[in-house]
C-alpha cells in the first residue's frame, strides 16, 4: 500500500495487519524511553489546513517515536496564510524529500491531490466531510481491545453525519470488520442515500437499547451552511445521548471534540463505559502502525521481536 486515502483502500486483512502492529507498538508506549529506530533518517511532514489538537499531536508523537524528523504545518503562521496554493506548498516541501506527507484540509479529496503531485506517501488526516481513515481505525482498535472481534456486533452512530468524516469512514471500517451499522440523527443531518454503505436508518433513538455500542458524532457546526436543527438544546432533547438513554452494558464512543451537554451529558463523558480517552491513546500506536505500514512496507513482521521495535538503546 502506497498512501491511506480512504478506509475503501483497506480489506478486512489490510486493517486488522495494522491493528495488530499497533498492539506490538503498544509495548513500546509501555516503555521508559517510548522510542525506537524503525523510521530513522526518514522525513515525515504533518501539514494541517484545519483545526486539531488529537489527530495532528499523535500524528508528531507517532512519528517522533518511531524515530522520524517531524515537521509540523498549520495554515494558521504559514505562508499558506499569505495566499501559497496548496500545490506550491507540496513543491515547497518535496525539497525536503519527505518519506511521508500527512494531510488535513476543508477541501474534500485535498489528500488524492497531493498523492498525484508528491513521490511522499500521503495520510488523509481528514478531508473535508469525505474522510478520515485513521480515525477510523484507532476506533476499531479500541473497540476490539474493549470487546475483541466486531462480527455480529451492533454499532449506532449518533448525530450529524451530514458533515462528519469520521461517520463515512468509521461506517466503512466497522462493516468490513463484520459490524451491524445503524445510523440516528435528524433527517436533515442523515445524507440521502446513505444506505448503500450497508448500514440502517433511524431518525429516533427509540431502538437505542439495542446497540451493543454508542457512537455519537459532534455537531459541525464549522461546516454547516444553514440551519439544520431548530436549536442545539431541541437537538439535545431528541439525540443528546445522557444517563437517561445510555444504559449500563452500552459502550460509549466520540471522536472529539466533545461538545460538552449537546451530543453528550457529562454524566456519561465522564462515566466508565465511555472509551473516549481510549480513543486518543490509541490514536498514537495505530498512527505508528500506518506509518510504519506506509513506510516500512507491508511485508515487514508484524511481531514485536521485529528489529524495527529493538529498545531505544540501540539509537544510541
Ligand atoms: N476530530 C474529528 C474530525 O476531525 C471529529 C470532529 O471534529 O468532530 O473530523
Same mark, same amino acid.
Given at each position: 500500500?502506497?498512501?491511506?486515502?480512504?478506509?475503501?483502500?483497506?480489506?478486512?486483512?489490510?486493517?486488522?495487519?495494522?491493528?495488530?502492529?499497533?498492539?506490538?507498538?503498544?509495548?513500546?508506549?509501555?516503555?521508559?524511553?517510548?522510542?525506537?529506530?524503525?523510521?530513522?533518517?526518514?522525513?515525515?511532514?504533518?501539514?494541517?489546513?484545519?483545526?486539531?489538537?488529537?489527530?495532528?499531536?499523535?500524528?508528531?508523537?507517532?512519528?517522533? /517515536?518511531?524515530?522520524?524528523?517531524?515537521?509540523?504545518?498549520?495554515?494558521?503562521?504559514?505562508?499558506?496564510?499569505?495566499?501559497?496554493?496548496?500545490?506550491?506548498?507540496?513543491?515547497?516541501?518535496?525539497?525536503?524529500?519527505?518519506?511521508?506527507?500527512?494531510? /488535513?484540509?476543508?477541501?474534500?479529496?485535498?489528500?488524492?491531490?497531493?498523492?498525484?503531485?508528491?513521490?511522499?506517501?500521503?495520510?488523509?488526516?481528514?478531508?473535508?466531510?469525505?474522510?478520515?481513515?485513521?480515525?477510523?481505525?484507532?476506533?476499531?482498535?479500541?473497540?476490539?481491545?474493549?470487546?475483541?472481534?466486531?462480527?455480529?456486533?451492533?454499532?449506532?452512530?449518533?448525530?450529524?453525519?451530514?458533515?462528519?468524516?469520521?461517520?463515512?469512514?468509521?461506517?466503512?471500517?466497522? /462493516?468490513?470488520?463484520?459490524?451491524?451499522?445503524?445510523?440516528?440523527?435528524?433527517?436533515?443531518?442523515?445524507?440521502?442515500?446513505?444506505?448503500?454503505?450497508?448500514?440502517?436508518?433511524?431518525?429516533?433513538?427509540?431502538?437505542?437499547?439495542?446497540?451493543?455500542?454508542?457512537?455519537?458524532?459532534?455537531?459541525?457546526?464549522?461546516?454547516?451552511?444553514?440551519?439544520?436543527?431548530?436549536?442545539?438544546?431541541?437537538?439535545?432533547?431528541?439525540?443528546?445521548?445522557? %444517563?437517561?438513554?445510555?444504559?449500563?452494558?452500552?459502550?460509549?464512543?466520540?471522536?472529539?471534540?466533545?461538545? /460538552?451537554?449537546?451530543?453528550?451529558?457529562?454524566?456519561?463523558?465522564?462515566?466508565?463505559?465511555?472509551?473516549?480517552?481510549?480513543?486518543?491513546?490509541?490514536?498514537?500506536?495505530?498512527?505508528?502502525?500506518?506509518?510504519?505500514?506506509?513506510?516500512?512496507?507491508? %511485508?515487514?513482521?508484524?511481531?514485536?521481536?521485529?528489529?524495527?521495535? %529493538?529498545?531505544?538503546?540501540?539509537?544510541?
Amino acid at each position: 500500500m502506497k498512501h491511506l486515502l480512504s478506509i475503501e483502500d483497506l480489506s478486512r486483512e489490510g486493517i486488522e495487519r495494522i491493528l495488530d502492529r499497533a498492539a506490538s507498538f503498544a509495548e513500546v508506549a509501555g516503555r521508559e524511553i517510548k522510542k525506537v529506530p524503525a523510521l530513522r533518517g526518514r522525513t515525515v511532514v504533518n501539514l494541517f489546513y484545519e483545526a486539531s489538537t488529537r489527530t495532528q499531536s499523535s500524528f508528531e508523537l507517532a512519528a517522533k /517515536r518511531l524515530s522520524a524528523d517531524v515537521v509540523s504545518i498549520k495554515s494558521t503562521g504559514s505562508s499558506v496564510e499569505k495566499g501559497e496554493s496548496l500545490k506550491d506548498t507540496i513543491q515547497t516541501l518535496s525539497s525536503y524529500d519527505p518519506a511521508a506527507i500527512v494531510i /488535513r484540509s476543508p477541501q474534500v479529496g485535498a489528500a488524492d491531490l497531493v498523492a498525484r503531485w508528491s513521490p511522499a506517501a500521503v495520510i488523509n488526516a481528514g478531508d473535508g466531510k469525505h474522510e478520515h481513515p485513521t480515525q477510523a481505525l484507532l476506533d476499531v482498535y479500541t473497540l476490539r481491545q474493549a470487546m475483541g472481534d466486531l462480527d455480529g456486533r451492533k454499532i449506532w452512530i449518533v448525530g450529524d453525519v451530514l458533515h462528519s468524516r469520521v461517520a463515512r469512514s468509521n461506517i466503512l471500517a466497522f /462493516r468490513r470488520m463484520g459490524a451491524d451499522v445503524t445510523l440516528s440523527g435528524p433527517p436533515t443531518l442523515i445524507p440521502r442515500g446513505i444506505e448503500a454503505l450497508g448500514c440502517e436508518v433511524e431518525t429516533t433513538l427509540d431502538r437505542l437499547p439495542e446497540a451493543d455500542v454508542v457512537y455519537a458524532l459532534r455537531m459541525q457546526r464549522e461546516r454547516m451552511t444553514q440551519a439544520f436543527v431548530p436549536t442545539l438544546r431541541e437537538y439535545a432533547e431528541r439525540y443528546q445521548v445522557n %444517563a437517561a438513554r445510555l444504559g449500563p452494558d452500552q459502550l460509549l464512543m466520540h471522536p472529539g471534540p466533545v461538545n /460538552r451537554g449537546v451530543e453528550l451529558s457529562a454524566d456519561v463523558i465522564d462515566s466508565p463505559q465511555a472509551l473516549i480517552g481510549r480513543q486518543v491513546e490509541a490514536g498514537v500506536v495505530v498512527r505508528m502502525a500506518v506509518l510504519y505500514e506506509l513506510l516500512a512496507g507491508s %511485508a515487514a513482521p508484524v511481531g514485536v521481536t521485529d528489529d524495527a521495535l %529493538a529498545p531505544a538503546e540501540a539509537l544510541r
